[in-house]
């Protein structure tokens, strides 16, 4: 019988109905006109609460605004509202519940499962209609009916206030229940949960007024009548005097026995047993007034439940064993008929008749509350009351129906990073900070009110209604350093498009990519090259380049090479481009492309690129256009000789369309990481077949089933590798999201895939983000920005910017390796990107969120501002060592002199880095950001540098040579790593393309 209340309000929206428009996409278009007017965006499940609550139904295949309004409309469900929601739920209704608002129409951003040209709500977001009628009459408590007055709403608990349970014809209203209770000779009468009515001769157990407010059920058989609610009686009192005598039980108990024989498998009767004394000893209830001992027992056996137990002649119950401290009693208290069978016993009031499957009937004690033996540094901290209006204390709920117990609930709130944990209706784990208990109107109450048993754990307390039995956790648990020097924003030149990617190149150029088609300029070109020297003078400053198709996936080599589009052949397309020229000198370069000779041999829409140790390039999924069939396979380019050589990879195929740009990244075995969706595995790099499955990837606090590719879109990195490299390498992801509600997470995860019995750790960040961006610096720290604290990746799918930078560190202890940084003013959403500098600055550009208000205009512009983060290290005053060096094209394991010139400190604490030229685009950087801290030695001021070791280590290609003076690092040098054994420089033999040489 546990319900959350439902409080209702009579009103028609107050704002104007529009005509009957979908909204849609910025990549569809309908519309349709019909009776029914759309009245926006309203929240939902406030405070538990649910907006619209008369009818519901779910389809997570074919949900429609057309599906929803018609089951809204039709026979018995003709109500006046209709609305969607998580794209797959329809709610109707004739009343709002209390607390809903209007919100703005782009929080309602979800595609209907049924039709993605249609929005259907979103998470805790309703799209609701009207069908421009009038509201019924709102729902009252009846104030009397013939001789019955109201009493008033009074509290009711397993202890009843009315002893005497009773069977109605058809559904309950007010009416029915006080007119069975006078035929059984009874002088109250009273209506809970909707569909219960209780009879007795006086009101027991300390049962006394309760706020009217808490009465707020809707009676199952009169929507215009309130009949209770959870743990709320409805109470009624009958003025004159009954001259029937109260019947105890229906049909004469002479007449009616347990059942002992011919029942089914091997259920044997086990007894009557008091129920309720200390509340109920059995949950998982199901009634129906045609109940049978035989018909109770086929639903809990189908239920796989070893005992089955009825009372109150129609109510079944089911459970493996009987808490709070049930006690047999007599056959006697057991004497009323079963409704679908007279001669039947099932149960009495407060009495059950007791079966079971194997013979064995197991009571437990009373519960009590868990105080001691808790896990880790978690103590009891009281019983915590709800608000009675607003919002929940603690966002994140766990709803375990069968297996809620206080150590579980505690270690996964531990697990995540959440300081508090409460308990609550038995089944509910909540996690959260303390901080919220304040901000929410939490309260704490006497303990006694926490007196619901854990739904798998049944001698201990978990809560009770709107009581949260709940702990704290007695240490530090989460440490995000707040230094005092934390870097800045600084706004660097005004851009002329949105990039989907920004690639430094070896010319120190920043090369700019945008998506056809979405400029806010007739004539852009999609293609710029922008010269960091000259960012005082705009004119200069830029340079047009040109791609004849649209751009996706991008990979430096020893040229820059894009690879897929957006539809078409550009899906197919192959583009390259060698940088030239030099600073404050144009180079005459630009991107060749000729989708007729050199084309993947799949088209691609989101896939991923990875330089192999070979020197190819592995290019993996994506779909064969936006939004269009999975293309849940691998190519390597140059196309190796022979027909076609794609290879199919089923749980791509599987998990598609969450795993869009999936990770990437060379292991130092030679193996290859790849992580999609939720799941990650190694791979064979020559077969590709899968050499180890890793342990799923954990998600939010409350949903496994959260993504970290897009849509779901979170970043991925390499963590440092430090000469020898004899240890396993780690992969962080941070943010993402979780399916259907859309909530950002809040956490980073790492793992090393190659140790031994590889586990990911959870690291909980200071705020939630989806769409991040990771920056490796060239200390081994990295910069995460950008990015919503709601939403997946896409046109107009997320709200809330988060404007604020952190730092990683992964050489600080778990718990304690994030810093807050600084925050800008510029909302950087959907394709935004950041990207390192020659100089150790990250360039930060880009958003295109197309997310839109009602008349049209901009929620979030189209961002064409470029600014550049300035990290702590370069924040400090401190001058910038120098370096010089005169060979750039190192050999694997070869070892290379430069000259350093540092201005704080000794070669003694200085320290050498390679950062790995990448390029990322939502969110993903290709090839994982590697960094390398090659061994070195110096003498005097020459100091001479180790390359690393084999391409596992260091697949071939261009890194970006730092030394670092203290905390400052250096402007960067190229230099190229393990040469070009894969002859890209050759290649392709086409005549329209410039071969660099290798």
């Given at each position: 019988m546990v319900g ?8 028609i ?5 529009t ?5 849609f996409?910025s990549h569809?278009l309908h519309?349709?006109e019909?009776?029914?007017?759309a ?16 009818a519901?139904?779910?389809d997570?295949?074919?949900?429609t605004?057309?599906?929803c309004?018609?089951?809204c409309?039709t ?22 519940a ?6 703005s129409s782009?929080d309602?951003?979800?595609?209907c499962?049924g ?10 977001r309703?799209?609701?209609l009207?069908n ?8 009252i ?10 009493l008033?709403?009074?509290?009711d608990s ?6 005497y349970?009773?069977?109605v014809?058809?559904?309950?209203t007010v ?7 006078y035929?059984?000779g009874?002088?109250?009468a009273?209506m ?9 001769l ?24 309130y009949?209770g609610?959870p743990?709320r009686l ?11 005598s ?7 108990s002479?007449t ?5 024989s ?5 259920w044997?009767y086990?007894?009557c047993y008091v ?10 209830e199901?009634?129906?007034s045609?109940m ?11 239920q796989?439940?070893?005992i ?14 009987l ?9 006697s208290?057991?004497?009323?008929a079963c409704?679908?069978?007279p001669?039947?016993a099932?149960?009495g009031?407060?009495r ?12 437990l ?7 001691t033996?808790?896990p880790?540094?978690?103590g ?5 009351a709800e608000?009675?209006?607003g919002?929940?204390i603690?966002r994140?709920?766990?709803e375990?129906t069968?297996n ?9 709130c ?18 959260g ?6 901000a ?5 109450v006497?303990d006694s ?7 798998g754990d049944?001698i ?9 039995s ?11 350093n707040t230094p005092a020097?934390t ?5 660097l030149i005004?851009g002329?498009v ?7 190149g ?5 090369t700019f ?5 979405t400029?806010?300029y007739?004539n ?6 922008l ?8 004119q ?6 040109h791609?004849?198709?649209d751009?996706r996936t991008?990979?430096?080599t ?8 957006w ?7 192959v583009?390259l481009?060698?940088?030239d020229?030099?600073?404050?000198v ?15 041999q799949?088209?691609?829409w ?10 190819s ?10 939004n ?12 190796p000789?022979?027909?076609?050589t794609?290879i199919?990879?089923d ?5 598609d369309p ?7 990244m ?14 990650a595995?190694?791979l ?18 409350n949903?496994f089933?959260?993504?970290?590719t897009y849509?779901m ?7 440092p ?12 992801i941070c943010g993402?999201?979780t399916?259907g ?5 809040d956490n980073?995860?790492?793992i090393a895939?190659e ?12 705020s939630q983000?989806?769409m991040?961006?990771i920056t490796t ?6 910069l995460?920005l ?20 952190i730092l990683?560190?992964?050489s600080q202890p ?7 940084l ?14 390192l500098?020659p ?5 930060v ?9 009602p008349?049209g ?6 961002e ?10 370069l924040?400090?005053g401190?001058?910038q ?13 070869g ?11 000794t ?7 390679l950062?790995?030229a990448?390029?990322s685009t939502h969110?993903?950087?290709?090839s994982g950001?590697?960094i390398?801290f090659?061994?070195f030695?110096?003498?005097?001021n ?6 690393p070791p084999?391409?596992?280590v260091?697949?071939p290609?261009?890194?970006q040579l ?8 250096s ?14 420089g050759?290649?392709?033999d086409?005549p ?5 040489g290798v």
């Amino acid at each position: 019988m546990v319900g959350l209340t439902t409080s209702l309000i009579w009103i028609i929206p107050s704002l104007t109905a529009t005509a009957f428009a979908y909204r849609f996409p910025s990549h569809h278009l309908h519309r349709r006109e019909t009776t029914w007017t759309a009245l926006g965006c309203w929240t939902d499940n406030v405070g538990g609460v649910r907006t619209l609550s008369a009818a519901t139904y779910t389809d997570t295949v074919n949900m429609t605004i057309e599906s929803c309004v018609n089951f809204c409309s039709t026979g018995s469900n003709a109500y006046i509202y209709a609305g969607v929601e998580y794209a797959q739920e329809c709610y109707c209704g004739n009343y709002f519940a209390s607390g809903a608002t209007n919100v703005s129409s782009s929080d309602c951003n979800m595609d209907c499962t049924g039709n993605a040209a249609e929005f259907c709500g979103a998470g805790n977001r309703l799209d609701i209609l009207w069908n421009g009628a009038e509201p019924p009459a709102a729902p009252i408590l009846v104030p009397t009916v013939g001789n019955w007055s109201l009493l008033g709403c009074y509290n009711d608990s397993a202890t009843r206030a009315l002893t005497y349970g009773i069977g109605v014809t058809g559904s309950v209203t007010v009416e029915s229940c006080t007119a069975t209770c006078y035929n059984a000779g009874y002088s109250y009468a009273g209506m809970e949960y909707a569909d219960e009515c209780y009879c007795g001769l006086t009101i027991e157990n300390n049962s006394g007024p309760a706020p009217n407010t808490d009465c707020d059920m809707t009676c199952a058989g009169n929507s215009s009548e309130y009949c209770g609610g959870p743990y709320r009686l409805s109470m009624y009192n009958y003025t004159q005097a009954i001259t029937t005598s109260p019947v105890v039980n229906p049909i004469d108990s002479s007449t009616v026995s347990p059942v002992t024989s011919g029942l089914t498998g091997n259920w044997t009767y086990g007894g009557c047993y008091v129920d309720g004394l200390n509340g109920r000893v059995l949950g998982n209830e199901y009634d129906n007034s045609t109940m049978t001992v035989q018909s109770c027992i086929a639903n809990c056996a189908g239920q796989n439940f070893t005992i089955a137990a009825i009372e109150y002649s129609t109510q079944c119950f089911c459970g493996d064993y009987l808490i709070n401290g049930a006690t047999i009693a007599t056959d006697s208290g057991c004497n009323m008929a079963c409704g679908g069978n007279p001669t039947e016993a099932c149960g009495g009031p407060n009495r059950l008749s007791v079966y079971s499957s194997n013979g064995n009937i197991t009571l437990l004690p009373v519960p009590v509350l868990q105080t001691t033996n808790l896990p880790g540094q978690w103590g009891y901290k009281g019983c915590l009351a709800e608000p009675s209006t607003g919002a929940r204390i603690f966002r994140y709920e766990n709803e375990w129906t069968t297996n809620n117990t206080v150590d579980a609930c505690l270690n996964q709130c531990a697990a995540f990073g959440y300081p508090v944990a409460g308990l609550e209706y038995g089944v509910q784990c909540f996690c959260g900070d303390v901080s919220d208990i304040a901000a929410n109107g939490g309260s704490y109450v006497s303990d006694s009110q926490c007196n619901m048993a854990c739904s798998g754990d049944p001698i201990h307390l978990c809560g009770a209604g709107n009581r949260l039995s709940t702990y704290y956790w007695n240490g530090t648990m989460n440490t995000w350093n707040t230094p005092a020097n934390t870097g800045y924003y600084e706004f660097l030149i005004g851009g002329l498009v949105v990039p989907l990617i920004a690639t430094v190149g070896i010319n120190n150029k920043v090369t700019f990519l945008e998506k056809h088609g979405t400029s806010v300029y007739a004539n852009s070109t999609g293609a710029y090259e922008l010269d960091l020297s000259l960012v005082n003078n705009y004119q200069l400053a830029w340079r047009e380049m040109h791609v004849q198709t649209d751009a996706r996936t991008y990979i430096g080599t020893i040229r820059q090479i894009n690879i897929g589009g957006w539809s078409l052949s550009s899906t197919f397309g192959v583009r390259l481009y060698m940088p030239d020229g030099s600073a404050g000198v144009n180079g005459t370069n630009d991107w060749e492309e000729n989708v007729n000779e050199l084309t993947l041999q799949r088209g691609r829409w989101y896939p991923t690129a990875m330089m192999m140790p070979n020197g190819s390039i592995l290019v993996v999924g994506g779909e064969s256009g936006s939004n269009a069939s999975p293309q849940p396979s691998l190519e390597i380019l140059p196309k190796p000789p022979g027909g076609d050589t794609v290879i199919t990879l089923d749980y791509l195929q599987r998990t598609d369309p969450n795993n869009l740009y999936p990770f990437l990244m060379v292991l130092p075995s030679g193996r290859f990481f790849i992580g999609y969706y939720n799941e990650a595995r190694i791979l064979d790099p020559v077969t590709f077949d899968t050499v180890t499955v890793l342990p799923n990837m954990p998600g939010a606090v409350n949903n496994f089933l959260a993504g970290r590719t897009y849509p779901m879109e979170g970043s991925a990195v390499l963590l440092p590798q430090h000469a020898p490299y004899t240890d396993s390498i780690e992969v962080l992801i941070c943010g993402g999201s979780t399916i259907g509600a859309a909530i950002a997470l809040d956490n980073c995860i790492s793992i090393a895939p190659e140790a031994p019995n590889p586990t990911w750790t959870v690291e909980r960040m200071p705020s939630q983000r989806v769409m991040p961006c990771i920056t490796t610096l060239p200390d081994g720290t990295y910069l995460i920005l950008n990015g919503a604290h709601q939403g997946v990746a896409g046109f107009g799918l997320a709200t809330d910017p988060n404007l604020s930078a952190i730092l990683y560190d992964p050489s600080q202890p778990i718990g304690q390796r994030f810093s807050i940084l600084n925050n800008t003013i510029v909302a950087r959403l959907y394709h935004s990107e950041a990207t390192l500098l020659p100089d150790g600055r990250v360039l930060v550009s880009g958003s295109d969120p197309q997310t839109y208000y009602p008349n049209g205009s901009f929620v979030y512009p189209e961002e064409m501002r470029i600014e550049v983060y300035i990290p702590p290290y370069l924040n400090s005053g401190l001058r910038q060592p120098e370096f010089t060096i005169a060979e750039t094209d190192w050999e694997l394991g070869g070892q290379y002199s430069i000259t350093v010139t540092l201005f704080q400190g000794t070669t003694s604490t200085m320290r050498v880095s390679l950062v790995a030229a990448s390029s990322s685009t939502h969110g993903n950087v290709m090839s994982g950001g590697r960094i390398i801290f090659p061994a070195f030695s110096c003498s005097g001021n020459t100091c001479t540098i180790t390359a690393p070791p084999n391409a596992y280590v260091s697949p071939p290609g261009w890194q970006q040579l730092f030394i670092l003076d203290g905390p400052t690092p250096s402007h960067s040098a190229w230099v190229r790593i393990g040469g070009d054994p894969a002859q890209l420089g050759n290649w392709p033999d086409y005549p329209d393309f410039t071969r660099p040489g290798v």
